[in-house]
């Protein structure tokens, strides 16, 4: 079983910038792909990005390429998200989440983890 937890959440201006943070424990990270989910009040959970077990590939949601950046450090159990461009409707509770299955070819499902979350408000 694995335990996420997230960090660098916080209040910004629209324009600015955050970076997130999730550290992981409890089985092999290296193994796993992971990515980051945020939900809205009222809203349901979307994914954001994503970034497989080797950091080869990533994946973004239309509303977040080009300002996002995932990445991962195997070394250190650790997955970042930068984000950039802030913007109003960035605002949400995100969420770190990890892959079920080892390896898996797929890297925008088979979600199984999910951290607490880190809360993110952009002012406009």
């Known amino acids: 079983q694995v335990q996420l937890v997230e960090s660098g959440g916080g209040l910004v201006q629209a324009g600015g910038s955050l970076r997130l943070s999730c550290a992981a424990s409890g089985r092999t990270f290296s193994r796993y792909g992971m990515g980051w989910f945020r939900q809205a009040p009222g809203r349901e959970r979307d994914l954001v990005a994503t970034?497989?077990?080797?950091?080869?590939?990533?994946w973004y949601s239309n509303s977040v390429k080009g300002r996002f950046t995932i990445s991962r450090d195997n070394a250190k159990n650790a997955m970042s998200l930068q984000m950039n461009s802030l913007k109003f409707e960035d605002t949400a509770l995100y969420s770190c989440?990890?892959?079920?299955?080892?390896?898996?070819?797929?890297?925008?499902?088979?979600?199984?983890?999910w951290g607490q979350g880190t809360q993110v408000t952009v002012s406009s």
């Open positions: 989440a990890a892959q079920k299955t080892p390896y898996y070819n797929d890297i925008i499902s088979n979600f199984g983890s």
């Open positions: 970034i497989s077990w080797n950091g080869a590939k990533t």
